[in-house]
């Protein structure tokens, strides 16, 4: 069985990739309490003698609203970080993954492919693009987008935070001109499998199959959730970006390499969080 040896193990996403594949692989979860990547002695004395054959990093700085007041904090975390990480797994000669955004896009001419030019324009996209310049053609980056699921206790996605607010009847005011591209968790995880089993230092987008507006993801929450969308009202990018962090208009993000592993839809990953 593959060795994977991993970073941000308990996080949303990584958490649920060890949930779908524990019995595929042999998952070696190292939390942060026991590495903080930004510690290059601490990186090098627990990689040293650990046995794996692929790192899977996920550990990242992802609060995209507090990266722009910390800056700092979300390049040393997503840039020195991966740095150290990356340093320590190739000096070991093992595979490495690095797991990317959409975030490195401006969100300007969509959509977006493996091959298009990242070019960020906000503090978190640009740590995590410079995550990707150091890796980059010597290991394998994986760029999600809006990853979500159906429960996860420490931190809600954005599919758990519109139903939350449906649920509790507070009004919600969406963007209705822009695009997001959700993409439903265990669907990275499966896909991942591929990837895990075919390793190549290439670039590849791990992302749902549609591009909807929030306004029309909500939508479609409340009505396969049975909700009250009358709640549910209307804004523009230009009204809802003001005082935020800057945020890719049109996130419409498609992959020209996945043909291993059909990416639901928006609608099939409720339909399946349903059932
Ligand atoms: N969530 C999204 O919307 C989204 C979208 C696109 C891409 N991504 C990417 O997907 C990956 C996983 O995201 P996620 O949402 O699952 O993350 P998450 O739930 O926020 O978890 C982040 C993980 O990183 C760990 N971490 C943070 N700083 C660390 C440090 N200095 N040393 C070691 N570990 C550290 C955290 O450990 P603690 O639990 O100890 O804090 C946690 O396990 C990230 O690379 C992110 O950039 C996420």
Known sequence: MLKIALTGGDGLVGSR?????ENDFTFISISQSRMDITNLAQVNAELKNLDFDIFLHLAAYTNVAEAEKTKD??????RSGTQNVFAVVSGKNKK??????DFVFDGKNPPFYEDSMPNPISAYGFSKYEGEKIIKNQAMIVRI??????KYELKKDFFRTFKSFLEQKKPLSLITDSLMTPTFIDDIAFALKYLFNNYSSEIFHLVGSNSLSPYQASLLIAEKFNLDKSIIGKTTYKKYIKDKAPLPRFAEIKS???DFYKMKSFQQGLEEIKS
């Open 96 to 101: 490495f993954i690095y797991i990317s955004t």
């Open 17 to 21: 990739i060890i949930e779908l594949l």
């Open 145 to 150: 987008s809006y990853p979500y699921r159906e």
């Open 73 to 78: 904090l979300a390049f040393k975390i997503n």
């Open 256 to 258: 020209r390499k996945n």
